[in-house]
Each structure stands twice: as structure tokens, then as C-alpha cells.
T-cell receptor, first 115, second 114 residues
């Protein structure tokens, strides 16, 4: 399967600051990427779909001004959590779609802790 | 977004025992998927099911796509310690206007006692 990396793997930040998470595919290109959030002992919830060259599509209830997504290239998407609050503490996971419609290749995730 | 109901929520079993978990939905899906997630990692695809009634195996894992297209189960035979992790089901159906749609189950945490 495809190799997807995320950076950083974990980050601790103070409330009110912004944090950028990078998601990079190492061996293929994609015009679309997905960003998920996973709270402890819960399932993955889709936050937004990142589109290369255009605006991201956000799921209902996800604040687009708070979670800024930039699909900079066919191999890189970034998620910036702006003015982070403790309730934003979560595990953020990106994924790239594969060549088959149902395929997704997930990154290893980024653990965000806001103090 | 929609969540799929997965049961049981957690399991503690002895090494060598068989495991069974299932996933139900109020909606029909075209594809059912089963993933395993290790702590601090992203999910890894185990099995994909494409049509109702399909039974598919991957080593010690066997999964079935329910006839109604609203459910699926995963069995693990002769469990080993490395089977520990959280197992997620996911349903998928393509949406022509807004793109593909995935919905994940609530997860089953598996602990294997050596």
C-alpha cells in the first residue's frame, strides 16, 4: 500500500496558539485527501475533504475558519488548528484515497494536546 | 456524520480463542471494510467486501457482507497477542455529487491475554 507520513507525530501547545499538521504521501499523488479527528476511545470522524487547487469541503459542524486546510500540492496537505483550545485536543489522522474507489491510505496520526 | 454501531465495544480473550465482532447500520452500503488500528497509529485495511452475502478471508480473519447490505461481521480465529488493537468497520458508498463517503464504526477494542 501507499506510504503516508504525518508531521509532527505529537504536539503540545498552549491554549490560543495555532498548530500546523502536515500530511504527505511519499510514493503517489492525489488531488483529494481526507482529514479525520478521533477522540479517545471513539471512532474516526471525517472533518473535511482537502482538494488540490481549490477550497476544502468541510463536514457539518466543523468550523472552516478554525481548521484551515491547504492542499498545497498533489503530495502535501496541511491542517492548521487556529486559536487552539483544550477541547481541540485529539488524534488527527489524514488519508489519501487509493486507485480503487473504496481505498484509503491512512497516515500514522498526530496527537494534539492543548493545555 | 453517521456512525455505524459496532459490538462488542471491548473484548478480553485468552490467546488461541476465536473472536467475533459485528457492525450494523441503518443505511445500505456498497462496500464494507474492516480496519485494525494499533495505539498511536492510523488504521490499516484488513478486508474489503464488495457485494451482499460475500464471505472473504485474509489469513485467520474472515468477514462477511450481510445480505441486507446493512451489516457485516469479522471473525478472528486462534487469536495471538499481536491481534491486540482496535478494530473498526467502515461502510462506503459513492456519492456522485459530493464525492465518496465513508462512515466508521464505533470500534471494538481487543485484548489478548497470553
Amino acid at each position: 500500500g501507499a506510504v503516508v507520513s504525518q508531521h509532527p507525530s505529537w504536539v503540545i501547545c498552549k491554549s490560543g496558539t495555532s498548530v500546523k499538521i502536515e500530511c504527505r504521501s511519499l510514493d503517489f499523488q492525489a488531488t483529494t485527501m481526507f482529514w479525520y479527528r478521533q477522540f479517545p476511545k471513539q471512532s474516526l470522524m471525517l472533518m473535511a475533504t482537502s482538494n488540490e487547487g481549490s477550497k476544502a469541503t468541510y463536514e457539518q459542524g466543523v468550523e472552516k475558519d478554525k481548521f484551515l486546510i491547504n492542499h498545497a500540492s498533489l503530495t502535501l496537505s496541511t491542517l492548521t488548528v487556529t486559536s487552539a483550545h483544550p477541547e481541540d485536543s485529539s488524534f488527527y489522522i489524514c488519508s489519501f484515497p487509493g486507485t480503487v474507489s473504496y481505498e484509503q491510505y491512512f497516515g500514522p496520526g498526530t496527537r494534539l494536546t492543548v493545555t | 456524520g453517521q456512525q455505524l454501531n459496532q459490538s462488542p465495544q471491548s473484548m478480553f480473550i485468552q490467546e488461541g480463542e476465536d473472536v467475533s465482532m459485528n457492525c450494523t447500520s441503518s443505511s445500505i452500503f456498497n462496500t464494507w471494510l474492516w480496519y485494525k488500528q494499533d495505539p498511536g497509529e492510523g488504521p490499516v485495511l484488513l478486508i474489503a467486501l464488495y457485494k451482499a452475502g460475500e464471505l472473504t478471508s485474509n489469513g485467520r480473519l474472515t468477514a462477511q457482507f450481510g445480505i441486507t447490505r446493512k451489516d457485516s461481521f469479522l471473525n478472528i480465529s486462534a487469536s495471538i497477542p499481536s491481534d491486540v488493537g482496535i478494530y473498526f468497520c467502515a461502510g462506503y458508498y459513492p456519492m456522485s455529487n459530493t464525492g465518496n463517503q465513508f462512515y466508521f464504526g464505533t470500534g471494538t477494542s481487543l485484548t489478548v491475554i497470553p
